[in-house]
């Protein structure tokens, strides 16, 4: 039988774990209420700071990386880059390091450009609050709808599909073109 104290110490300590699920991802619920050496906890970004993920293939569009940027600001939120080359991620921000003035820009690495590596990354970062895909082969658009996948799970956030506006109007669709949830 379980002693007095030790029923009022479990209760205090289930008491103050209450609300974390309410603040953290999946995995660090799971970290919490099994702690240990098998469940390491993802490394948190900037504390209280929102994010919102970009997908990066092999090109970045100015267009599309100055929208990301602008939102960034707007809604005070940092940027996090999905990509499964982050070396030639940085060959690509070194010619936009203006427009990221401000901003503390992170970046994941995927093992893979499919669905399920996209949504385990989105589901251990809490903090993001939407996703923006730019380019037929970054990441995230094999989040949108209409895309046939074998996993067609819905997305955890809403998936925002960005066009450059420099592109003739017959070759493209309108600049911020589909909303995904």
């Not at 993001?128 to 094999?142: E, K, M, N, S, Y």
Request: proline fraction near 9%.
């Amino acid at each position: 039988m379980v002693s007095l104290t030790d029923q009022i110490k479990q209760a205090f300590s289930a008491l103050g774990m209450a609300n974390a699920g309410e603040v953290s991802g999946r995995y660090r619920m799971e970290a919490a209420l099994h702690p240990g050496p098998a469940s390491v906890a993802p490394t948190c970004p900037t504390p209280g700071r929102r994010l919102i993920a970009l997908g990066v293939g092999a090109t970045l569009p100015a267009p599309v990386l100055g929208y990301a940027a602008s939102v960034c600001r707007r809604l005070q939120a940092d940027l996090l880059f999905l990509t499964t080359d982050p070396l030639g991620l940085y060959e690509l921000l070194a010619a936009h390091r203006t427009l990221l003035k401000g901003l503390v820009p992170e970046a994941e690495e995927l093992s893979a450009v499919n669905r399920r590596a996209v949504l385990r990354v989105l589901e251990r970062r809490s903090r993001v609050l939407f996703a923006i895909t730019g380019t037929p082969d970054d990441p995230v658009r094999c989040l949108v709808q209409g895309k046939r996948t074998l996993f067609t799970a819905h997305s955890p956030v809403p998936v925002v599909m960005v066009s450059d506006p420099t592109v003739p109007l017959w070759a493209k669709q309108p600049y911020v073109t589909k909303l995904s949830c």
